[in-house]
């Protein structure tokens, strides 16, 4: 006898996923587009880097997230003199029990906002490695799980330069999405300046599903089919990076897993089982500018990442699938 899995909820999916995407919009407006790449980048079990200017909501973008979310939330504020162990944690020595004990350290929340991520030595940048990639944290040889869901969105300002520290390849390629805010229209300013208060909206949206309610979704997004032909499109767009003239350091076969992850958590949100090109067209820029390396005398004459990508995105063939 055949066994039959349990009908998934597609349509209930959607509806709380675009409720959450509204309740961002409330105090992040006119970004609709990049609201739904975090929350892809939540569902899909990823994390976020959002670099842009100074003012034009990072840092509000990850708190209405986290609001939106009934689940604990800590903020990371990154400087130059700031420890590995303020992030990871540290074992105290306990004087009533005679034996060491563990003190979590910011990062044991479900969403932690690492803001200016940049500002901090190599040294605690790396604290985050293990964290961002394993879900856990190792500490004088004792290993302690993090909770589901769990999100790193991390800041950066990629034109002051005094004072940071770039982030390495290595850190880069744990960051599923990276995504840039940009200035809003000048109607939607003008609408931001009518109904800015000293309160401000931030505090007036309430959460709209909780950490269970994530997981439930995280598990359902795992579920939708991605086809072969298009398996094999991911990664004739990935090793196309690899082989490029104006790449000089190509993306990893972790970029085509992020692209999966991500693909599937974008098609579930529009109520489909199933991925298709269009859902892999527009993660390619989010998901691999941030990984590869244009070449010297590329960016010489004015190519940036973005700009080779769309090139690849046009050269490569779409496949041809037919919905399952």
């Not at 909501?57 to 939106?68: D, E, V, Y």
């Not at 990629?158 to 004072?163: A, D, Q, Y």
């Not at 300046?193 to 439930?216: F, W």
Request: glycine content about 4%; proline content about 6%; charged content about 25%.
């Amino acid at each position: 006898m055949e066994v039959r899995e349990r009908p998934q909820d597609w349509q209930g999916f959607a509806a709380r996923f675009s409720e959450i995407e509204h309740n961002v919009e409330r105090v992040v407006r006119g970004k609709n587009a990049e609201i739904r790449l975090a929350l892809v980048a939540l569902v899909a079990e990823g994390h976020l880097l959002i670099e842009d200017v100074p003012g034009v909501g990072k840092t509000m973008l990850a708190k209405a997230i986290a609001r939106s979310i009934d689940c604990s939330f800590r903020r990371i504020q990154f400087t130059p003199d700031l420890l590995p162990t303020d992030v990871t944690g540290v074992n105290v020595f306990n004087q009533e029990q005679r034996d060491f004990e563990f003190k979590p350290g910011a990062i044991f929340a479900n969403i932690v906002l690492g803001d200016e991520i940049n500002r901090a030595s190599p040294k605690t940048q790396s604290a985050l490695l293990e964290c961002m990639e394993e879900r856990q944290v190792t500490v004088d040889t004792q290993t302690h799980p993090l909770g589901t869901p769990f999100m790193v969105i991390a800041t950066q300002n990629p034109i002051e330069h005094e004072g940071t520290y770039p982030l390495p390849e290595a850190q880069l390629d744990r960051f599923m999405l990276r995504l840039a805010i940009g200035y809003p229209s000048a109607e939607v300013e003008a609408d931001i300046l009518s109904s800015h208060t000293g309160s401000g909206t931030l505090l007036e949206i309430h959460p709209v599903t909780d950490a269970p309610g994530i997981a439930d979704m995280i598990q359902q997004a795992r579920l939708v089919h991605v086809a072969p032909t298009l398996r094999r499109y991911i990664v004739d767009v990935v090793e196309a990076t690899r082989r490029h003239s104006d790449i000089y350091l190509g993306a990893s076969p972790r970029a085509s897993i992020m692209i999966v992850r991500a693909a599937r958590a974008l098609a579930a949100s529009e109520q489909r089982d199933y991925v298709i090109p269009d859902d892999v067209k527009t993660l390619v820029l989010p998901t691999l500018a941030h990984r590869v390396i244009v070449t010297a005398d590329a960016i010489m004459s004015g190519r940036s990442s973005d700009v080779v990508l769309r090139e690849i995105l046009d050269a490569v063939a779409v496949p041809v699938t037919e919905n399952p």
